[in-house]
C-alpha cells in the first residue's frame, strides 16, 4: 500500500525557534493534510493543499504541496509552548479511493 | 458548533467481553471513518461509510469486529469478544459530501479502550 515518511520523528526547540517538517511519498498524492493531535484528543486539521505548489497559511503555520505531488512540508514560525504536540501529514494517493494515509507523525516538543 | 462526538471516552473491560464504542458525526456531513490508533501502528482505518452504506472495511482485523450506521446521526463500532490485542485508541472521524473539501476529516477525542 501507499506510504508517507514523515520527518523528522521527533523535535526539542525553544519557545521562538521556527520549526519545519516534512512528509514524502514514493507516488503521487492528490492531496495532502496536516494534523495536529495533542494528548487524549483526537487529531485536528490545520492546513489542507488541493494543487502542486500550492502555499497555504493558518497563522503562523505554513504548508506545501511539493510540484512534484510527492511530497508536503509544514513550518511553524515563532514557537510557543502550545504548539507541543504530534503533528501528522495524510494524503489521498492516486489509487486510495477516499482512504487517507497517514505519515507516522513529528512530535515536537517547545521548551518555554 | 459540535464536532465529532464519541462515547465513552474511556472503557475498560475484561477479554472476552462484548464492547460497542458510538459516534455522532457532524450534522451535514456524509461520510464517517472508524480508526485504530496505537503506538506500534499509528492510525488505522477500520472501515468507512458513505451516505450510512460501508464502503470500504477492508481495515477490519477480523470478524470480531462490525461496525453499523443505522441513519446519518449515529454509527457503532462493535467488537465481540474482545482480546487484550484491542486495546486501543478509536477514533470516528467525519468529513463533508463538498468535492472542494472532501478529504478534510475531522476527529472527535476518541475512545481509550482497554482490555484486561
Known amino acids: 500500500g501507499q506510504q508517507l515518511n514523515q520527518s523528522p520523528q521527533s523535535m526539542f526547540i525553544q519557545e521562538g525557534e521556527d520549526v519545519s517538517m516534512n512528509c514524502t511519498s514514493s507516488?503521487?498524492?492528490?492531496?495532502w493534510l496536516w494534523y495536529k493531535q495533542e494528548p487524549g484528543e483526537g487529531p485536528v486539521l490545520l492546513i489542507a493543499?488541493?494543487?502542486?505548489?500550492e502555499l497555504t497559511s493558518n497563522g503562523r503555520l505554513t504548508a506545501q504541496f511539493g510540484i512534484t505531488r510527492k511530497d508536503s512540508f509544514l513550518n511553524i514560525s515563532a514557537s510557543i509552548p502550545s504548539d507541543v504536540g504530534i503533528y501528522f501529514c495524510?494524503?489521498?494517493?492516486?489509487?486510495?479511493?477516499?482512504?487517507?494515509?497517514f505519515g507516522e507523525g513529528t512530535q515536537l516538543t517547545v521548551n518555554p | 458548533d459540535a464536532g465529532v462526538i464519541q462515547s465513552p471516552r474511556h472503557e475498560v473491560t475484561e477479554m472476552g467481553q462484548e464492547v460497542t464504542l458510538r459516534c455522532k458525526p457532524i450534522?451535514?456531513?456524509?461520510?464517517l471513518f472508524w480508526y485504530r490508533q496505537t503506538m506500534m501502528r499509528g492510525l488505522e482505518l477500520l472501515i468507512y461509510?458513505?451516505?450510512?452504506?460501508?464502503?470500504?472495511d477492508s481495515g477490519m482485523p477480523e470478524d470480531r469486529f462490525s461496525a453499523k450506521m443505522p441513519n446519518a446521526s449515529f454509527s457503532t463500532l462493535k467488537i465481540q469478544p474482545s482480546e487484550p490485542r484491542d486495546s486501543a485508541v478509536y477514533f470516528c472521524?467525519?468529513?463533508?459530501?463538498?468535492?472542494?473539501?472532501?478529504?478534510?476529516?475531522?476527529f472527535g477525542p476518541g475512545t481509550r479502550l482497554t482490555v484486561t
Open positions: 472521524a467525519s468529513s463533508p459530501i463538498d468535492p472542494t473539501a472532501y478529504y478534510e476529516q475531522y
Open positions: 507516488s503521487i498524492f492528490n492531496t
Open positions: 493543499l488541493y494543487k502542486a505548489g
Open positions: 495524510a494524503g489521498d494517493g492516486e489509487t486510495s479511493g477516499s482512504r487517507l494515509t
Open positions: 450534522s451535514g456531513h456524509d461520510y
Open positions: 461509510f458513505n451516505n450510512n452504506v460501508p464502503i470500504d
